[in-house]
């Protein structure tokens, strides 16, 4: 049986995956520059990358959930299209090297290193790339959740912060 889920259920999970990834990304930027300092031996240097690395795997295979839910739920006409995201998925190669990285992350490969998860970084300026299509697919997000039912005034207040945060990062 198929269950039929309401638009406001489907914005609302949009939003939780997007967070979702917004919180790997804050971890990658929290803890990645303040590991450099201090590290004084080969054994802290690669536990400080094994670290950042896997924190930026987990960000890009979620947010590439994220892309998968914008355009599923643009395509079914419950979320409006954002002119900003749909130039940045444009690009196929980026969003078809971001669908490669999530799968390799989360679906076994013999190889560690397998070209799946490098296929995302042969194209240039992927790191802004990334940045970028968070912050905007963010900010749809964010207004999806703001949008909906009636939000106490405390819950509408963290996500005016998000939003903040949001645009203030790229």
């Known amino acids: 049986m198929v269950t ?29 520059p303040a590991g450099v300092e201090g590290i004084d031996s080969l054994e802290d240097a690669t536990a400080v990358a094994r670290r950042a690395t896997l924190q930026m795997r987990l960000w890009y295979s979620c947010l590439f959930v994220v892309v ?14 954002s002119d900003d995201v749909d130039e940045l998925l444009e690009d196929s190669e980026g969003v078809d090297g971001l669908r490669l990285l999530r799968n390799s992350t989360f679906h076994f490969q013999p190889s560690w290193g397998h070209q799946k998860f490098f296929a995302f970084f042969h194209g240039q300026g992927r790191a802004q790339w990334i940045r970028t299509l968070h912050k905007r697919l963010g900010a749809v997000a964010i207004q999806a959740e703001m949008g909906s039912k009636e939000h106490e005034t405390a819950r509408l207040e963290e996500l005016n912060v998000l939003l903040a945060d949001n645009e203030e990062s790229a």
């Open 4 to 32: 039929e889920y309401s638009t406001r259920t489907k914005l609302n999970a949009f939003f939780e995956y997007w967070f979702m990834a917004n919180e790997m990304k804050r971890l990658w930027f929290e803890d990645f």
């Open 68 to 81: 998968e839910g914008y355009q599923e739920l643009t395509d079914s006409g419950d979320l409006t299209r």
